[in-house]
């Protein structure tokens, strides 16, 4: 999942981003809840200012009151998968710690 070539470019603008911990909090936190992945891109994208829609249909986001860097929602997209697999694992760890 994170060698993929298609998705570098999303991995680079996500690292050049530099999250605070408001942007994923609540994303995070509601996980327990059964939270899907379109509402965690919801909770993060709520945190964000909307830039510009390119002709393919491609939402880029800003820090509130920023436009240093910009992140897509295809990238927010690839955040959330990200999360998801390190919890997955983490998880497994712990189960199999128990067992």
């Not at 470019?9 to 994303?27: C, H, I, P, S, T």
């Not at 829609?53 to 929602?73: E, H, M, P």
């Not at 998968?81 to 919890?87: E, K, S």
Request: charged residues 30%; positive net charge.
């Amino acid at each position: 999942m994170f060698d993929s070539e298609a998705n570098n470019e999303n991995y680079k603008r996500l690292k050049d981003f530099v999250f605070d911990r408001v942007y994923l909090k609540k994303a995070i936190m509601t996980i327990p809840y059964n939270a899907s992945r379109t509402n965690m891109m919801k909770y993060i994208i709520g945190n964000l200012s909307e830039v510009k829609r390119d002709k393919d249909g491609v939402v880029w986001y800003s820090k509130l009151n920023t436009n240093k860097t910009l992140i897509s929602n295809k990238d927010i997209s690839v955040l959330v998968g990200c999360i998801y697999y390190i919890i997955n694992k983490d998880f497994e760890k712990e189960i199999d710690e128990i067992s």
